[in-house]
């Protein structure tokens, strides 16, 4: 446990300066959009809104930081991190211009009907540049699925695995509003919960991987937690898309949201295990310290 841990915190971020930087871009381009929302008015007419440019940025800012995280962690050698990231910087900085000027000027980034050839084009690149982080994306999770990759850090890379597996439902929800042309499916149905959601994984699972390693708990007990956070959330996932595909609305009381509610509860639930574990040992510590 104690290697695992040395190992899994030395790894954090290193060698990945430029990803996190590009991350704090974006959280940057959301806090303008956020004030300017505030004080002059979110709707930027015919079809642009501040708000969906913030909450954008903001996702895809954390998105970059939380994958620099991990990236030390994927195995990869210099030459195929640096092509990693590099790729991913620049798809970045594109859906961060596009998202932000595109909404400034009253224009929807993605479905410019209206718009001029500029926007039709700028759009048609966008929707080439989703596919393309979702492609890199991929590339980059197979990567935590490599024998030495997980024999380096075994309960990390565990917590990765799955997130990476949630981050492909995202990716697929994404995909799925651009081909169906916008959110909305049937009467209520809204797909960007089911992509917004599936990415927090990478910050959700990891991150009780991190603290499971950092307790005095068996390591069976551990990697069993580290399971059902990681079944719990992809079930989850699995129960929200099937009622957006039925076209019914997540705040309803029927079986599928209540089971989506039930899995995440059941992921905070680990995770607060985790927590308390890992506090205990501190403290636990510091007592045979004093």
Not at 180 to 197: D, P, Q, S, V
């Amino acid at each position: 446990m104690g290697t695992d841990k040395a190992q899994g915190e030395a790894g954090w971020f290193t060698g990945e300066k430029w990803m996190v930087a590009t991350g704090l871009l974006g959280f940057a381009l959301a806090l303008m959009c956020g004030v300017w929302a505030l004080i002059g008015g979110a709707e930027m007419p015919p079809d642009g809104n501040l708000w969906k440019a913030f909450s954008f940025n903001a996702a895809l800012g954390i998105f970059m930081l939380s994958t620099a995280a991990i990236s030390p962690l994927s195995g990869m050698g210099r030459k195929g991190r640096a092509f990693f990231r590099w790729s991913y910087i620049v798809l970045a900085l594109y859906s961060y211009f596009l998202e932000t000027v595109q909404n400034i000027r009253g224009v929807n980034p993605r479905f410019a009907e209206n718009g001029s050839t500029f926007d039709i084009i700028a759009a048609g690149v966008f929707g080439l540049v989703a596919l393309l982080l979702a492609g890199y994306y991929l590339l980059f999770a197979i990567q935590f699925f490599k024998r030495t990759t997980y024999e380096a850090n075994p309960e990390l890379v565990l917590g990765i695995r799955y997130a990476m597996v949630s981050i492909m439902v995202a990716f697929a929800g994404g995909i799925s509003i651009s081909m169906n042309g916008g959110r909305f499916i049937g009467a209520e149905g809204n797909l960007i919960w089911l992509h917004g959601m599936g990415f927090h994984a990478i910050q959700a699972l990891p991150f009780i991987a991190w603290l499971a390693v950092g307790s005095a708990l068996p390591a069976a007990f551990r990697r069993t937690l580290i399971h059902v956070s990681g079944i719990a959330f992809f079930l989850g996932l699995l129960a929200m898309g099937w009622q957006t595909l039925l076209g019914r609305p997540l705040l309803e009381w029927s079986a599928l949201p209540l089971a989506a509610a039930a899995c995440f509860i059941l992921v905070t639930a680990a995770g607060a295990r985790s927590l308390f574990a890992e506090r205990q040992r501190r403290s636990d510590g510091k007592g045979i310290s004093a």
